[in-house]
C-alpha cells in the first residue's frame, strides 16, 4: 500500500506560482519503481492529465495546456513528488491530484495509476 498527502495548493493571482508536494509513505518511492503523476479535477469535469513522471526521473510527460509552465520532479530520497507551477491562469483553478502507479513507466490515464491523494485545491484569481 502507499499513501499520498498532497499539500501547497492555495490562493494565488494570474501570473503567480505555486509548488505542490506529494509525500509518499507506505512503501519508499527509492525501492519501489513506483511512476507518479499529477491530475486536476476543475467542478463539474472530469479529472485530467496534467503530468507524470517515471520511475527514476529519466521521462517526464505533460498535457499541453501546461507545457513549458510547469514542471514535475520527485526526489526519491525524500518519497516526496513536487509540481512547481508558473505563469498560472484562471483554468488552471482546479483540485490537484497526486497518483502512483505500480508501473515504472509513467502514462496519462487515470485507469494506470493504482493509488491516489485527497488532493489540494488550487485557485488562480484572474
Known amino acids: 500500500q502507499v499513501q499520498l498527502v498532497e499539500s501547497g495548493g492555495g490562493l494565488v493571482q494570474a501570473g503567480g506560482s505555486l509548488r505542490l508536494s506529494c509525500a509518499a509513505s507506505?512503501?519508499?518511492?527509492?525501492?519501489?519503481?513506483?511512476?507518479m503523476g499529477w491530475f486536476r479535477q476543475a467542478p463539474g469535469q472530469e479529472r485530467e492529465f496534467a503530468a507524470a513522471?517515471?520511475?527514476?526521473?529519466?521521462?517526464?510527460y505533460y498535457t499541453d495546456a501546461v507545457k513549458g509552465r510547469f514542471t514535475i520532479s520527485r526526489d526519491n530520497a525524500k518519497n516526496t513528488l513536487y509540481l512547481q507551477m508558473n505563469t498560472l491562469k484562471p483554468e488552471d483553478t482546479a483540485v490537484y491530484y497526486c497518483?502512483?502507479?505500480?508501473?515504472?513507466?509513467?502514462?496519462?490515464?487515470?485507469?494506470?495509476?493504482?493509488?491516489w491523494g485527497q488532493g489540494t485545491q488550487v485557485t488562480v484569481s484572474s
Open positions: 497518483a502512483a502507479s505500480l508501473y515504472g513507466e509513467a502514462e496519462r490515464t487515470t485507469g494506470w495509476y493504482h493509488y
Open positions: 513522471i517515471n520511475w527514476n526521473g529519466g521521462r517526464t
Open positions: 507506505g512503501r519508499t518511492l527509492a525501492r519501489s519503481n513506483l511512476a
